[in-house]
């Protein structure tokens, strides 16, 4: 992930995300553009590295930079303002990029 470019965001978890490591790329992550039926993702999904680059006192939202594995992906969307979800078997966590 170093040499891809990645953005500054605001990511609010459902869970508490002190079980990730600080400023280490975190993998498996997706961003779901298409419909989830059953278990299965129908349409387009994208691998989304996050490197949680601090932790905000008393919650469990964070700060981090996240981006996309491949040129491919929809790297347009990721622009001041730009939210979406987060899923790793469920929605975990909502990100705003700054």
């Known amino acids: 992930m170093e040499s891809r470019r990645s953005v500054?965001?605001?990511i609010t978890w459902e869970k508490?995300?002190?079980q990730f490591p600080l400023n280490?790329?975190?993998t498996d992550i997706i961003v779901n553009y298409?419909?989830?039926k059953g278990k299965h993702i129908i349409?387009?999904?994208w691998m989304v590295p996050v490197r949680i680059t601090g932790f905000v006192a008393g919650t469990w939202d964070t700060f981090a930079d996240v981006g996309f594995l491949v040129d491919e992906a929809p790297w347009h969307l990721l622009v001041s303002g730009y939210t979406f979800r987060l899923w790793a078997g469920?929605?975990?966590a909502t990100v705003k990029i700054l």
């Open 90 to 92: 469920k929605e975990i």
């Open 8 to 10: 500054k965001a605001f």
């Open 34 to 36: 298409g419909e989830l």
């Open 24 to 26: 280490m790329w975190i």
């Open 16 to 18: 508490d995300p002190a």
């Open 43 to 45: 349409g387009n999904s």
